[in-house]
């Protein structure tokens, strides 16, 4: 169960580190049921002019969900997600999230994320959630 206090406008949430392999991203793909060929074959992404396959979109929203319910635990209801998408990941990277809480109602509060991996920022987000307390500072 997370502190109360980690709610506060201003807190920020522990950083987290994802090594990103060729499996991981195929397979998040593919359970998204995302079939486009530069997630999973390495020639047609070359084709399309980059060095690899790439993460979909839907995987990195579902690593956001993963991050933001890590930390305020499995109870929580995102209700809401903005992201934007910047440079790609590929297989090799490793992506890392940082977050800090920009804003509270009482009820809800909204989580700015980053992902970075090492040639920038792979996504920026802002998540609205309501913490399983559903009391927040």
Do not use: C
């Not at 060729?22 to 992404?45: C, M, N, W, Y």
């Amino acid at each position: 169960m997370t502190n109360l206090s980690n709610y506060e406008v201003g807190s920020t949430l522990p950083s987290l580190e994802l090594p990103l392999d060729r499996t991981l991203i195929v397979a998040t793909a593919i359970a998204s049921q995302d079939f486009e060929d530069v997630h999973h074959d390495p020639g047609k992404a070359q084709d399309r002019g980059t060095p690899d396959i790439f993460m979909s979109i839907n995987t990195t929203n579902g690593l956001i969900d993963r991050y933001i319910t890590d930390w305020s635990g499995p109870g929580s209801r995102i209700v809401k997600i903005s992201l934007r998408l910047g440079v790609p990941n590929f297989p090799g990277d490793t992506m890392t999230f940082t977050g800090k809480v920009i804003d509270t109602d009482g009820r809800t509060l909204t989580v700015t994320v980053l992902g970075k991996n090492a040639r920038g920022t792979h996504v920026t987000a802002d998540v609205t959630l309501e913490p399983a307390e559903r009391v927040i500072a």
